[in-house]
């Protein structure tokens, strides 16, 4: 509950305290009071502990809350009886039922049930302790909010959350509570956006994304946006979708894929890469096709995908094609080259058969592919190589290995290939012919030999 006598002590001293400073923001009483002036000598150096309050403690009408709305602050508090508000300063938080605020500036309206959250001016003049709302399991982050318990709906500004992994960053959005209806049983909040951008960037200013004056987010569920473009760098670009839709759901799903990044290069330009759509096929398996994108005139398409059973197998495979343009800077002829990548890697579990194991690597490009590789160290690697083996151990009289094998090399500058297919070893284990175990062992006994079989 209240401290009644904290409460008393700041409304007395609530003349001598200017509630908004040239900001507009709040000034934390703590900055303001001078201690000699209440009998202190000296400030205790041992933090007060925060204030606590419930709006149960003051008069309501009939048509309240359906619950006690919880509210604490660490700096401070201060009651205005006559607006019915309550202004708290510094890690404050208000709870009702699921819903939990925190922000260092929060003024909480008992008459009409509002709320409003914001930051406020710290000791170096940087704004600090912004907004946090959690409902449930969705969470945002905003410049600024003001919820309403009573009806279930708030406005919030630049509204920051994450849905699957795609962050929406909004310019004013509206969120209600429970506005969707799942099923009987089950509802969802809706976030309605303006002037949004979806993108996997992290940074505070996006890198990159999708631009969109209008968005209605069903958390957990789908993203339906209007007219929008692809933005890089703060810059439009002349790729426009008329509408679209994006899967929220939790899990593998059928949805876009955002690109990883983007870059610039000196010979194409600005360009995006991986932007494709995922594709989960069964429980075992899925595969994605990705697409590149340069302002250059270079263009191309691939699939990946990957597959896994426990205790069997896993391994994953890339295939890409793509189309480079290059200029002659004598002639300012364009000549397009065409390039193809091949990698397959298989894994056998060891506990799939006790006898035979089957897998490898196969890694196959044309010379100019290694125009693609964006890491220094694949870059340097002149050479590409693929090893793909099939082994079986052979038990009863005469027990052996039997192993076959592809194994291939590429020199990329000098474009030579060398393919050994197929490669073939047999190989028994030690035998002694004349061996019979029994007392002491004979001079004869000790002949041993082995087979050795390989064909190329």
């Known amino acids: ?13 609530s003349d001598t305290i200017p509630p908004f400073d040239s900001t507009g923001l709040y000034t934390p009483l703590d900055s303001l009071i001078d201690p000699t002036t209440m009998g202190i000598d000296s400030l205790d150096t041992i933090p007060p502990p925060p204030f606590t309050g419930s709006t149960a403690q003051y008069s309501t009408s009939p048509d309240s809350l359906d619950a006690e709305v919880n509210y604490s602050s660490y700096d401070s508090m201060r009651v205005d009886f006559q607006a019915e508000e309550i202004h708290l300063f510094g890690q404050a938080s208000v709870k009702y039922l699921d819903i939990n605020l925190t922000a260092d500036h929060i003024i909480l309206n008992y008459g009409t049930n509002l709320v409003w959250a914001g930051p406020r001016i710290d000791s170096v003049g940087e704004l600090s302790g912004f907004p946090e709302f959690k409902d449930g399991t969705q969470d945002l982050t905003a410049d600024s909010l003001r919820y309403n318990f009573r009806t279930q709906k708030g406005i919030v500004y ?19 509570k429970n506005a969707y209806t799942v099923n009987d049983t089950t509802t969802s909040d809706v976030i309605f956006s303006e002037g949004g951008i979806f993108t996997t960037c992290t940074h505070k200013n996006p890198h990159f994304g999708i631009r969109c004056a209008r968005a209605k987010i069903v958390p957990g569920r789908l993203a339906v946006i209007g007219a929008s473009n692809l933005e890089i760098m703060g810059v439009p670009t002349p790729l426009w979708l008329p509408f679209g839709f994006f899967p929220l759901k939790s899990g593998r799903s059928t949805g876009l894929l955002f690109p990883n990044d983007f870059e610039y290069s000196p010979q194409w330009g600005l360009g995006l890469r991986d932007v494709g759509w995922f594709f989960p096929i069964g429980e075992h398996f899925n595969f994605s096709v990705l697409s590149d994108f340069y302002v250059g005139g270079r263009y191309g398409v691939g699939v990946a995908g990957r597959y896994r059973k426990r205790y069997k197998y896993s391994g994953n495979f890339n295939i890409r094609y793509d189309v480079l343009p290059f200029e002659n800077t004598e002639t300012g002829q364009v000549t397009r080259r065409r390039t193809f990548i091949l990698n397959l890697n298989h894994q056998q579990d060891q506990a799939a058969h006790p006898t035979a194991r089957f897998g490898g690597n196969i890694n196959f490009q044309t010379s100019q592919a290694q125009n693609l590789i964006f890491n220094d160290t694949r ?3 002149n050479t590409t190589r693929s090893n793909f083996n099939f082994t079986k151990t052979i038990t009863g009289a005469v027990p052996g290995t039997f192993t076959a094998g592809l194994s291939h090399d590429q020199n990329n500058q000098s474009r030579e290939i060398t393919v050994n297919f197929p ?34």
């Not at 904290?6 to 007395?12: E, G, S």
């Not at 630049?158 to 209600?176: C, E, H, L, P, Y």
């Not at 030690?430 to 079989?453: S, V």
């Open 423 to 456: 490669d073939i070893n047999f190989q028994t284990q030690t035998i002694y012919p004349f061996r019979d175990n029994q007392g002491q062992e004979r001079w004869f006994e000790k002949f041993q030999f082995r087979y050795t079989g390989e064909s190329k």
């Open 379 to 381: 870059v340097q690697q």
């Open 1 to 13: 509950m209240c401290d009644h006598d904290a409460v008393n002590r700041f409304i007395d001293l």
């Open 158 to 176: 630049s509204a920051v959350t994450t849905q699957d992994d795609v962050i929406v960053r909004g310019g004013r959005s509206k969120f209600i």
